[in-house]
């Protein structure tokens, strides 16, 4: 970890993907994984803009998100921590699914368009 960066949280420069999106990608995928449990202090948004060369307000971007997805919470000048780990993320896609699943039947789509339906919207995410 270098100057309190986890070795994790890094940008990919040739990716399609926003800068945005994928620290938040990476924050979510260590949160499920467990490489950063509950409790985990996130950089500072200026530390990290600056460690990975974007503006903070890409950073305050992906952690504003995070923070509405209930993955992390900022606490002021405690800074920004973790607070979902992966089986409270994964309980929650599983409720989500459960829902989406139910208004595919009432609907009466079938699984090829209801999958066809996440698969756009999770590129539009």
């Known amino acids: 970890m270098e100057q309190g960066i986890p070795r994790w949280l890094k940008l990919e420069p040739t990716s399609p993907v926003p800068p945005f999106e994928q620290i938040k990608q990476a924050v979510l995928a260590a949160a499920n994984s467990g490489r950063a449990a509950v409790g985990t202090r996130l950089p500072p948004v200026r530390t990290l803009a600056v460690h990975l060369g974007v503006a903070a307000n890409t950073v305050a971007r992906a952690y504003r998100e995070l923070e509405q997805a209930d993955v992390v919470e900022t606490r002021g000048r405690a800074g920004t921590v973790i607070t979902a ?41």
Not at 100 to 119: I, N, Q, W
């Open 85 to 125: 780990g992966g089986d409270d993320a994964r309980r929650r896609v599983a409720d989500a699914a459960e829902t989406f699943a139910v208004v595919v039947h009432s609907a009466g789509l079938s699984e090829a368009d209801a999958v066809a339906v996440v698969r756009a919207a999770l590129r539009r995410a």
